[in-house]
């Protein structure tokens, strides 16, 4: 249910099977368990869908975790869904990037910063949301330059197109400009 909970309020029998890398019967039987003390409700009319009851139950799971724990079920999860969407779409792509930047402190950044890339999102706010978190954990784990260009080319398309933001736009065009001639 851990791993469930760190996928979201809706969460895929077949995605938790993949990132605890353990078999559908052992992974259905917990989700019946959950689903008979009313914690977990199947999706009705989708094979494989569940959501969590209520948002503390969720919150509850996650609490329990350390970070450390949070972050690698992250990476799991963002494994297995870049492995069953080989093209993902603009939604997916947006959701596998998220938990790989969620994953930034067990090496999941780089790969976040990538499915930011082929989101193909450009300009929107949540593009501009993940982009900034991106850029505050580059330091942390040492992200290389051309995706820190990136990124500040995501920002500042971004921070015009989606929020009509001058400062920001000028100041992350211009620290892309001064990284991309460092390269």
Sequence with gaps: LSAAAVQGREFNLAVTCGALDTTV?????????AERAWLIRAEAGVSGRYRFVHALVRQTLLDELSSLRRSRLHLSI??????RHAA?????????????LDAAAVGGLPRA????????ESGSSAVLDLAIRALADADDVGLDDRRRVLLHVMVAKSAWLARNDRELTDRSFAEAVRLADAL
């Design 25 to 33: 019967d052992r992974v259905a039987d917990a989700f019946d368990a």
């Design 78 to 83: 963002a494994s297995t869904l870049s492995h």
């Design 113 to 120: 910063v990538d499915f930011l890339d082929r989101s193909d």
């Design 88 to 100: 993902p779409t603009q939604e997916v792509a947006l959701r596998i990037a998220g938990h790989f």
